[in-house]
Every structure is written in structure tokens, then in C-alpha cells.
């Protein structure tokens, strides 16, 4: 497996100087062209995940399309994350039984309970897509039961997202932290009383994000200073709340080794969509990493990912890895320009994907999956 996946990396340089498409051509342009401009398609009509972000870039305005699009420097690392997946290859089995394939959808974040092994991932400024700002990313989750991480600099607050949650709802939220006890004490007393479930503190942004294409429409890093983020910092975390705290960022195998000493109860790896600085690895090659030099990460801790997902085959290639959970952000942001039907939509999609892409690649149970399928 180590061979095959030095071999594809090679393969996918060399290809590195075609073309890259941040859509995939699959007709949205030709069956939409009666559209007037700005128009937004039909929900119903839409197929995939990438038709959201189609729909979105031609709706919104270039500004505020900007700031969920961009990426950092050449983008480079935003391109690689959507196409990394297609340089690991599936290796469907056959003459297997899948049938039962949609039962086996369900799983538990943290210990607690969901319809689908994907969530919505921390993003800011809902209301950039959607007058209504994170509203339909609440409901939706709730709606379709998959996990939402609301991004500290959400266009609603706290309290604001916690009247749109069910009862029985279950929220993680993400955090930016800067060592300033005072502060953190008062954002850590009201992520408690608005009933979330765990802390998401985001470690891959020690320092502003190098964004051209923000900064050329003037809508660059919500978090732009020089922070303060060390080992230290987090035991001192631990004392200041019962919640557990999530390290969201982490890039190599030795952090992810160094988060189990440290007894994180679980890791998100992810490059920040792409944002933060270019030339950083996909989670996807992170999490290869950690299964050939450190397997035993996986079953010490949680680990969920995120980067550049828009297909079911890319979920189940991650959770193939080990990968207990995969995060989707821009996609459910684009979706979000629809409300709470578009959220729901694309969950919808995904979970069928999923399913579907599994059963195809014949896997019959997806909490039995291994290394097997991919290559």
C-alpha cells in the first residue's frame, strides 16, 4: 500500500500542469442557460454537491462569493484538496452482499449520535450567502441529524444559533483562543450555557492567512493576528471547562501522536480549507501518513478530517483510513444559499453518495471498512 501511494503522488505531479477545474463539467452550464442572471436553479434540479457552489458563484455577489472561495497565496493547496482524492484509487470487490449498505450510515461523534459519518464543518460569516446567516445550517443539520460545528465568527452568535437548535440537538463549537484566561473563561461560560457539546479550538491559524484573492475584494482573514498556540496552552484549557476540547488543524503525524500524550479526545486534521498557507498537504495525505507510520493513532483517539470533499467516494476513501467522521464546508455554505431546503438537499445527496459509492466499491458494513478499498 506505502508503494502504491508513493507511486500515485508522482503520477498526480506530473499531471499537476493540466488544467484545473473548480467545477466539474457535467452539464449545469448548458441546462441552466435560460437562467437570467443571478437566477438560482431550481433546487429539485440539482445532482451533486459541486452544483451548489455553480449555483452560488453565479447568485451571490463576487465580493461575498470571494470570501468562501478563496484560498491562500496560488491556491495551490485549495486545488490539491479537491483533486488529491483522485489520485488514490479505489478497488471495488465484488459478488459482495451491500444490500443493507444505508443501515450501516450511522455513527457516534464523541458519543453521541448520528444519521451519517459526515458533518458541517466551522465557517464564518453565514450571512455573506444567506440573509438569514447560519440559520439554515442549524436547521438543516437537525433536519438531516449530522453534526454541525458552528465557526466562532458566525454572522449569528452563539445565542443566536442555540434558538435555532432543537431540543435535542447536538452542536460542537469552534473557537479561536489567544491565552487571554478572562477572555476564553467568558467564551467557554457561554458555548456551556448554549448547550453545546464539545470545543473545537482551531490550531492552524497562528497567524494571518496569506489570501490574495480576498484581499484583492477586501474580505481576508477573520483572524488575522499573531497567536499564542502551544502544548502548554491547551493542558492550561483542560482546567477552565468540562467540555471536551477538539484540536482542529493538526498536519503531521508526530502532532497527532504528541495530541495522545497529551490526551486529546480526538483530532481534526485539516489545512483550513486551503487559507491558511499555501503549499500545506491535504488532510487526506495527513491521514495517510498517520495510517503508515502511526496506525495506532486511530483507535487511541477520534480522529475526523476535512478538505476538498464533494463526493461520497471521497468520504468513504477517507473513512477507509481510519477516519472516524469527514467535515464539508464550503459545500453546505454554497447550499446555504438556499435556506434550510438547500442544507437538507445536499445532506440528502451526500448520504445517498455515500451509500451508494460504498456499496459500489463493495463494502457491505462502512463501520468494517479498511485499507483494502483504496490504493
Sequence with gaps: MHSSFVSLTLLGSALAARP???EPDTGFDEFFSSLAPG????????????????????HMSTQNYTYYRNGAAGEWSYRNNLEVFNRYVLKPKTMVDVTNIESTLPTTILGHNFSAP???????????????????????AAAGDILYMPAIYASLTI???????????VTFQQVYLDGNDTATQLIFDRIQKSNSKAIVFTIDSAADGNRHRAARYGVGSADSSYTLITWDLYDHLRTMTDLPIILKGIQTVEDAQAAVEHGVPAIYLSNHGGRQIDGARSAFE???????????VFSQLEVYADGGVRYGADVVKMLALGVKAVGLGRPFMY?????????TRA??????????DAANAGIADL???DTSVVS
Aim: proline letters at 6%.
Design 347 to 356: 445532506i440528502e445527496m451526500l448520504k445517498h453518495e455515500v451509500a451508494i
Design 159 to 169: 445565542e443566536d444559533i442555540a434558538t435555532y437548535k432543537t431540543d435535542d440537538q
Design 286 to 296: 495527513v491521514a495517510i501518513e498517520i495510517h503508515q507510520k502511526a496506525p495506532e
Design 118 to 140: 459526515f458533518f458541517i464543518s466551522p465557517c464564518a460569516r453565514g450571512g455573506y450567502g444567506n440573509v438569514d446567516g447560519e440559520k439554515g445550517l442549524v436547521e438543516g
Design 20 to 22: 484545473f477545474l473548480n
Design 39 to 58: 437566477e438560482l436553479p431550481p433546487l429539485d434540479q440539482l445532482v451533486g454537491l459541486p452544483d451548489f457552489d455553480a449555483a452560488a458563484r453565479r
Design 335 to 343: 447550499a446555504n444559499v438556499y435556506g434550510t431546503e438547500g442544507v
Design 367 to 369: 463501520h468494517k471498512i
